[in-house]
């Protein structure tokens, strides 16, 4: 199994990312508390599930996935690409500490919760060990509303 994802990490093919019926990717948020570093916006226990397919990461029609929150801050909302991104040098960007197959840059647009009307951005990072970091974060404009949420996701069945 290591040398099959030594193989994904080394190669442009990342379908061994992709969920499959019955598969999702869930975690919980990451952060220290007492203050929260890491997390903001988000409850301290919040999970995070999410459908992807990297096969589908510049498909305007059929987006690459959905993600949901445990305490709805989003739910069942569509992973939006932006194409011109997958073209730049930041979709090519290393995060220091650790090994990344890839980085991808989405937007979503929630209809309920205490997100709805914004336009949180979603960064996803496949890692070369086959599990996936997902960062949630939305912006308040200055007036303290700002959300930051760290998740650690491994793919398990739903």
């Keep these: 199994m290591l040398v099959a994802l030594f193989g994904l990490a080394g ?8 969920t499959g019926p019955g598969e999702v990717y ?14 903001r916006g ?8 999410m459908t992807f397919d990297p096969t589908r990461a510049t498909s305007l029609s059929d987006p690459p ?11 069942d909302v569509a992973l939006e690409p932006i194409v011109p ?15 990344r ?11 309920d919760g205490p997100l709805a009307g914004r336009e949180p951005f979603v960064f996803v ?4 060990d086959g599990s ?5 974060i939305a912006g308040g404009g200055g007036g303290g509303d700002d959300w930051f949420g760290f998740f650690r996701v491994a793919r398990q069945p739903e």
């Design 125 to 128: 990072s496949l890692m070369s």
């Design 65 to 75: 996935g959905r993600l949901s929150t445990s305490d709805g801050s989003l739910t």
């Design 26 to 39: 869930r975690g919980l948020v990451v952060g220290v508390e007492d203050p929260p570093v890491l997390r």
């Design 11 to 18: 190669c442009d093919d990342l379908s061994g990312y992709a």
């Design 42 to 49: 988000f409850a301290a226990s919040t999970e995070l599930t």
């Design 132 to 136: 996936i970091e997902v960062r949630v």
């Design 101 to 111: 197959a890839r980085n991808y840059l989405f937007v979503t647009h929630p209809a």
């Design 85 to 99: 991104l997958t073209h730049d040098a930041l979709s090519e960007y290393e995060i220091p500490i650790g090994a």
